[in-house]
């Protein structure tokens, strides 16, 4: 059974920086391209980052480019978002996500199969 976990989220004020962490288990996620995605109240989920099995390949929206960095760890099984000059705005949510039906634009655009259970970030201004 896939399990993802999520970790890290809490209150910063905009401008700071925090991280995410997902860990993975219940089946080999070498091959597998894991993302984040975030919902904020009264939005519909979005996408946020995406990270290729390898790691050599990585997507993000244009709304976090430039402030996120999404990273995998050796073992594959687990994934990091370093999110650095927040802003209120990205006050929500945020789920851990994988699949190994495609790539990182496959990811962005098809709900992925497994999700975590979501950890809040919240951002004051």
């Known amino acids: 059974q896939v399990q993802l976990v999520e970790s890290g989220g809490g209150l910063v004020q905009a401008g700071g920086s925090l991280r995410l962490s997902c860990a993975a288990s219940?089946?080999?996620?070498?091959?597998?391209?894991m993302g984040w995605f975030r919902q904020a109240p009264g939005k519909e989920r979005e996408f946020v980052a995406a990270?290729?099995?390898?790691?050599?390949?990585?997507d993000y929206a244009d709304s976090v480019k430039g402030r996120f960095t999404i990273s995998r760890g050796n073992a594959k099984n687990t994934m990091s978002l370093q999110m650095n000059s927040l802003k209120p705005e990205d006050t929500a949510v945020y789920y851990c996500?994988?699949?190994?039906?495609?790539?990182?634009?496959?990811?962005?655009?098809?709900?992925?199969?497994?999700w975590g259970q979501g950890t809040q970030v919240t951002v004051s201004s």
């Open positions: 990270i290729s099995w390898s790691g050599g390949s990585t």
């Open positions: 996500a994988a699949d190994w039906l495609g790539g990182v634009t496959a990811l962005r655009i098809t709900p992925p199969r497994y």
């Open positions: 219940g089946r080999t996620f070498s091959s597998a391209t």
